[in-house]
T-cell receptor, first 115, second 109 residues
Framework: ETGVTQTPRHLVMGMTNKKSLKCEQH?????MYWYKQSAKKPLELMFV???????ENNSVPSRFSPECPNSSHLFLHLHTLQPEDSALYLC??????????????FGPGTRLTVL | QKEVEQNSGPLSVPEGAIASLNCTYS??????FFWYRQYSGKSPELIMS????GDKEDGRFTAQLNKASQYVSLLIRDSQPSDSATYLC?????????FGAGTTVTVRA
């Protein structure tokens, strides 16, 4: 595997389900990010982890719960979601989070549909 | 005021022409600027980064940065049908990358 991988690629869930999204980066980076991309809207940053520590929570509802067990893996735990949470969820990584010159590289995304 | 604004598009250009994409940003302290290409149904792919005023060329792509005017642009020369995609401008402020809504480019054969 190379780059940033995400599983599953597609997910359909009911509002009462609990599911998790997984992201893994093979780039040796130390920062990982979750973004939400809804139709016709800019990418929205959700969470930032730097060296496994959460450094930013961009006012995300508690029904989204991130987990970063190490610098290579990032999870997004989902529970009691709403239909408006349907979107493309993108994981990204960069060398470190605080440097202005870090380029971020994205995974393929998980297309989430909440029924 | 939006942090990052892009020309709304869609932008349709004939094959072989130059596509010009514009982006303005509100944070005067921003230091780094990126262009991502996103094909329909795919994730963003980094195609250019620029940190200093002036032009930066990479193949058929040229990024231009003017920090005084808070403006960054992307030129695609000799546009090809494979360039048809949405182009996202991203600007790095203090701690995070802010994205524009994107400009969709269609290159017609």
């Amino acid at each position: 595997e190379t780059g940033v991988t995400q599983t599953p690629r597609h997910l359909v869930m009911g509002m009462t389900n609990k599911k998790s999204l997984k992201c893994e980066q093979h780039l040796g980076h130390n920062a990982m990010y979750w973004y939400k991309q809804s139709a016709k809207k800019p990418l929205e940053l959700m969470f930032v982890y730097n060296f496994k520590e959460q450094t930013e929570n961009n006012s995300v509802p508690s029904r989204f719960s991130p987990e970063c067990p190490n610098s290579s893996h990032l999870f997004l735990h989902l529970h009691t979601l709403q239909p408006e949470d349907s979107a493309l969820y993108l994981c990204a990584s960069s060398q470190v989070a605080m440097s202005s010159y870090n380029e971020q590289f994205f995974g393929p995304g998980t297309r989430l549909t909440v029924l | 005021q939006k942090e990052v604004e892009q020309n709304s598009g869609p932008l349709s250009v004939p094959e072989g022409a130059i596509a010009s994409l514009n982006c303005t940003y509100s944070d005067r302290g921003s230091q780094s600027f990126f262009w991502y290409r996103q094909y329909s149904g795919k994730s963003p792919e980094l195609i250019m980064s620029i940190y200093s005023n002036g032009d930066k060329e990479d193949g058929r792509f040229t990024a231009q940065l003017n920090k005084a005017s808070q403006y960054v642009s992307l030129l695609i020369r000799d546009s090809q049908p494979s360039d048809s995609a949405t182009y996202l401008c991203a600007v790095r402020g203090d701690y995070k990358l802010s994205f524009g809504a994107g400009t969709t480019v269609t290159v017609r054969a």
